[in-house]
């Protein structure tokens, strides 16, 4: 057998011997103060001598944190020591031990059980045994033992054991044990330790297992997490890829505060790839035996409300990091368009189309009306052998004010202000600074119509030198500045009607029409002595019209509640250039094309379960679109979807994207999905999954086709127990929440 077919036996008998935990943030639940001993039943007696009091019948006795269910109990009234027979449940601080006889000490919490079952409430899990004995608040042994998530009593797994011993919140072991389905053995284990854990423990996590045909080979990861404190932990991730060699990454987490907390993760590789690199997006200036790296740094400090601090660091060795390890990797994995989570945070998806790579330090202060930001920003281009030219802004400070009446009276003023330092090493660099206040003074006429006039004055200064690159001309570097002014003015109206349809859930239908034209004009400006990292401002004389068309219904439920949908809402828009109208043609080859694309944006939602979006440009100078993206998501009660999307933008992008969802019984899914390059006629990627789910247990099998590599991925999942694998690329780590 070859040295990596053992590793791949090894990991495999890893995933059912060792153990793993759930990172979760918090601490257990506190124990309940302690409190008196109540007894309830049909018949109470006492007896003196022995000091003994005996329940009979439907007997419910409250103890510190929990009860006790028989029907019948002794109950010695010193050392609270109690026999129960018959139907006997326990509850203690949640567990639930039952049999038809127990011996339990209600103060100590410890006892033992015949013929028993414990249910671990907090992650699901039943324990069955010939005898159980309670050795403490959290802990039990049992002999002859059985151990599942699974409902009812022929569960789908199980676990047995001659011996087993649990502490709840801990872990679990199994002595001359097997691993049975449907109460068949299918697996003998002569020593197994199993995770009872709800909270954050140290220990492994599950094992990642997938095979990558051409880029990576097989790719096996245990990570280890370690809960270092209540403010910190740590997960190091090792990492084997045949095809590439051992990847180790570590993860810390610290969380200081509720206003204090950050992530930073770093990896490292000892590349010995000797595969081919023909399908790379450029040509490498290495071929094999490549120290690769990445890593990020994400700290938020909060002062006080609206003042804080944001870091968000990120570097990679190289511009073929995320092309080589696009399948999975750290920065995949923690992906988040939003703010929720907030050890989530990575803002980029780390794929094989990443352009750029930004790194990002900020310090915001937020006021009701105003806004002040200092940042630096580093970018590396992946697109570029060199970074030389890559402008870097070292700092950026900007203020700004929202739109706002101007000391209590009808006219409104709002204002954006920026310097910026930018900094590269081949090019211009230099001072840019920048301010823009606006006054505008919106006139409404009744419910006819508002007219919203504006002006601006802008003023931009800079002052740069030019770093020149070896062997380059010399050239000067470059100072001056610019100032105009814009004038604009906005004038719109609605018009509605509500139309009475008396649906059975749709009551009203809401038709609103709003028509908007707006004009705005800037005087030519000179500017020929700007760096290029000031942005050129052209002349403007352009009418822009618009009708948006939104139809609102109000909806009834069943118990008479109104809510309302926007299920239409299409915008058809146009500008017309009265500068290029009266262009004058003398010694032109062109004729005038005053009138601009027409945009078109709309949302179609009428139900629940369909949604239909596009945007369009339709060029009517010459006759065609020149962008068009569709995307259409239905769905059903069922858990059946269909997603499908189509974005062209002319001579740039043509792609086709269709992901399916198929619900072919109550357990058992089909996934399908395709994208295509229409544009250079090749797919990029397609998908086949198919996935099977039952109470407490769950098989996933999936099959990708990129352009560059083919995976095959199994996962195979005992809930409450661990998960082996990964459905997808793009699928976020379960063992730990936040």
């Known amino acids: 057998m070859k040295k990596r077919d053992l590793i791949v036996c090894a990991c495999f008998l890893l995933v059912v011997f060792f153990l793993h935990t759930d990172g979760a943030w918090g601490m257990p639940d506190k124990t309940p103060p302690k409190g008196p001993i109540d007894i309830e039943a049909d018949n109470i007696s006492y007896d003196s001598e022995r000091e003994v009091y005996r329940a009979v019948g439907n007997v419910f006795i409250t103890f510190s944190g929990g009860y006790l269910k028989a029907d019948r109990v002794e109950l010695h009234k010193v050392t609270k020591d109690a026999l129960a027979e018959g139907n006997v449940i326990i509850e203690s601080d949640r567990d639930t031990l039952t049999g038809q006889s127990i011996q339990f000490n209600l103060e100590t919490k410890k006892g033992t059980v015949n013929d028993g079952t414990l249910f671990i409430s907090k992650n699901h899990f039943y324990l069955r045994g010939k005898e159980i004995e309670k050795q403490g608040e959290n802990t039990y042994s049992l002999k002859d033992a059985r151990a599942t998530t699974c409902d009812g009593d022929r569960p789908d797994w199980q676990f047995t054991g001659s011996e087993v011993d649990v502490t709840v919140d801990g872990y679990g072991t199994v002595k001359h044990g097997t691993f049975q389905i449907s109460n068949f053995p299918v697996l003998y284990l002569p020593y197994m330790v199993f995770p009872a854990k709800t909270t954050r423990q140290t220990g492994l996590l599950y094992p ?13 990861g245990i990570p280890f997490y370690w809960a270092i404190s209540d403010s910190a932990d740590a997960t190091f991730y090792q990492r084997y890829m045949d095809k590439r060699g051992f990847q180790e990454g570590v993860e810390f987490r610290y969380f200081f505060s509720e206003h204090s907390f950050g992530t930073f993760y770093g990896d490292f590789l000892d590349d010995s790839f000797r595969g081919g690199f023909e399908g790379d997006s450029m040509s490498r200036d290495w ?30 060795s190289d511009n073929w990091y995320f092309e080589d390890f696009d399948s999975s990797n750290y920065y995949l994995d923690n992906y988040a368009e939003g703010e929720e989570r907030r050890f989530k945070k990575v803002s980029f998806e780390g794929d094989k189309s990443l352009a750029s790579l930004e790194s990002r330090a900020r310090l915001v202060k937020d006021w009701d009306l105003f806004n002040l930001t200092a940042l630096v920003q580093y970018t590396d281009d992946l697109q570029d052998y060199s970074n030389d030219t890559t402008l870097q802004r070292y700092p950026e400070i900007t203020f ?25 090493d081949t090019g211009y660099r230099g001072h840019y600074a920048d301010l823009y206040p606006q006054f505008s003074l919106p006139l409404r006429y009744g419910d006819y119509f ?47 009607r509500i139309f009475d349809v008396g649906g059975e859930r749709v009551d009203r239908i809401r038709h609103g029409v709003r028509p908007e034209i707006s004009y705005s004009y800037i005087p030519h400006v000179y500017q020929d002595d700007r760096a290029d990292f000031v942005t050129a401002v052209g002349e403007a004389n352009i009418v822009t019209y618009a009708l948006t068309n939104t139809l609102t219904s109000r909806l009834v439920s069943d118990e008479g509640e109104i809510s309302y949908r ?3 809402n299409l915008k ?15 010694g032109s080859t062109t004729e005038r094309r005053p009138f601009g694309n027409v945009v078109i944006d709309g949302t179609i939602n009428p139900f629940q379960y369909l ?39 002319k001579d740039s992008v043509e792609e086709i994207n269709i992901a399916l969802k198929a619900k072919l019984t109550e357990s058992l899914d089909a996934t399908y999905t395709y994208r295509r390059n229409e544009l250079n006629d090749k797919y990029l990627e397609t998908i086949y999954g198919i996935n099977y789910e039952s109470q407490c247990w769950g098989v996933a099998a999936t099959y990708s086709d990129t352009d560059d590599d083919r995976r095959y991925m199994l996962v195979f999942s005992l809930y409450g127990i661990g998960k082996v694998g990964k459905v997808s690329k793009k699928s976020a780590r379960t063992w730990r929440n936040e």
């Open 208 to 220: 990642r297992i997938a095979l990558s045909r051409d880029k990576l080979g097989w790719d096996l």
């Open 287 to 316: 071929r094999e035996d490549q120290e690769r790296w990445s890593y990020y740094w994400n700290h938020e400090t909060t002062f006080s409300p609206g003042f804080y601090l944001r870091t968000d660091l990120v570097k990679v």
């Open 400 to 424: 700004s004010a929202i739109k706002q009446p101007l000391f209590g009276s009808p006219l409104h003023f709002e204002m954006e202000s920026s310097y910026d330092y930018y900094y590269r």
């Open 450 to 496: 508002e007219f919203t006039p504006s002006v601006g004055v802008r003023e931009t200064t800079w002052d740069s030198i030019y770093s020149e690159a070896a062997g380059a001309t010399p050239q000067e570097g470059r100072r001056g500045s610019r100032e105009y002014y814009s004038l604009g003015a906005t004038v719109s109206s609605e018009i509605h």
């Open 566 to 568: 926007e299920f239409l």
């Open 572 to 586: 058809l828009s146009q500008s017309y250039d009265i500068r290029e109208a009266r262009r004058n043609l003398t």
């Open 611 to 649: 949604t239909f979006d596009a945007d369009a440009q339709y060029d009517v100078n010459a006759g065609e679109w020149e962008v068009t993206n569709y995307s259409m998501a239905a769905s059903d009660w069922r858990g059946d979807s269909v997603t499908a999307e189509y974005r062209y933008t």
